[in-house]
């Protein structure tokens, strides 16, 4: 890696750059987000301990963290533990479109309690503009017969999954996919390592070898791997990233900054940074145009 930090990202000549895992919350709508109360502790979200992430995330902050940068569309993924409050936040969400320009689009929560409250939800949700699909993650049941309902229902309407899958579910996730061909999927945070995979990565990389195989062809997000890495170093990033793209390659990956978590282990643009690099190094300025911008465009639509 370079010992000098660009003061942009990425190489390539984008016009612009699409991070594709931005969170935005107010940390005083603790009805929506009572994990950022504080007393509340954060090691669920796999932040270090001691990190303060309780802070509002909003419009002006993100806009501050991308100055120095080419982002320029942004994708909200829903952040909120109460799925029966769903549409206050898309309601937040779409204020918030129309006053500052961004997220373009966003992914919100999903009530997974019966294959009615699915159908609702979905129903609902496709009277925001900004809609582009679900997030779903911390699957306990991979039995639960609302989970084939929203796949089948996301095909019906063309809209999209986020999936976050830590390497322990893979195999469950795996057979869950392979019943839904035409599901267009992302896998969250490349495959969601946990601390305990950086010591032996075995596991992480064998769950990322079988996500990329399976029948929806799913895409990846390279993404929230600071949560685990706990770390700014570039080489300590570059075979986690290298494993994601060998397995997936440029045309399935996706770059996200998965602010403001990661903001607990590093700041926006050393983050872009240390990412772009890798992918460079790795396939050359197609490969960064590819993780960038083109895959996300091709993936969560017209941005």
């Not at 940068?69 to 829903?78: D, E, L, Q």
């Not at 599901?183 to 769950?207: F, K, Y």
Request: aromatic share 8%.
């Amino acid at each position: 890696m370079s010992s000098e930090t660009p003061t942009t990202w990425p190489p390539g000549g984008l016009d612009f750059i699409v991070d594709t895992h931005v969170h935005f919350w107010d940390a005083a709508r603790v009805d929506l987000y009572p994990h950022l109360a504080p007393s509340v502790d954060r090691g669920s979200l796999g932040v270090p301990a001691g990190a303060d992430i309780g802070a509002s995330y909003g419009p002006e902050d993100h806009r501050m963290n991308v100055e120095a940068t080419a982002v320029g569309r942004t994708v909200h993924i829903n952040a909120m533990r109460d799925p029966k409050r769903f549409q206050q936040e898309a309601e937040m969400l779409e204020v918030m479109r129309s006053r500052y320009g961004f997220p373009q689009v966003w992914i919100g929560k999903i009530d997974l309690s019966s294959p009615d409250a699915v159908r609702s939800a979905l129903a609902s949700y496709e009277k925001f503009p900004g809609y582009r699909g679900v997030r779903v993650l911390a699957v306990t049941d991979w039995s639960n017969a609302a989970l084939d309902v929203l796949a089948e229902s996301l095909v019906a309407t063309g809209r999209v999954l986020d999936l976050g899958v830590h390497p322990s579910s893979a195999t469950e996730a795996v057979r869950y996919l392979d019943r839904h061909p035409g599901l267009s999927v992302v896998i969250e945070h490349a495959g969601w390592p946990e601390q305990s995979d950086v010591s032996n990565p075995s596991t992480w990389r064998s769950a990322v070898e079988q996500l990329s195989a399976c029948r929806p062809s799913p895409h990846v997000k390279i993404s929230g791997m600071a949560m685990a890495l706990q770390t700014t170093d570039a080489e300590t990033y570059r075979p986690w990233i290298v494993h994601v793209l060998d397995a997936f390659g440029a045309d399935r990956a996706m770059y996200g900054s998965n602010f403001p978590v990661d903001s607990a282990v590093v700041d926006y643009l050393p983050l872009g940074n240390v990412c772009s690099e890798v992918v460079a190094q790795w396939g050359g300025e197609n490969a960064v145009r590819r993780v960038f911008r083109d895959t996300a465009l091709s993936f969560y639509g017209p941005l």
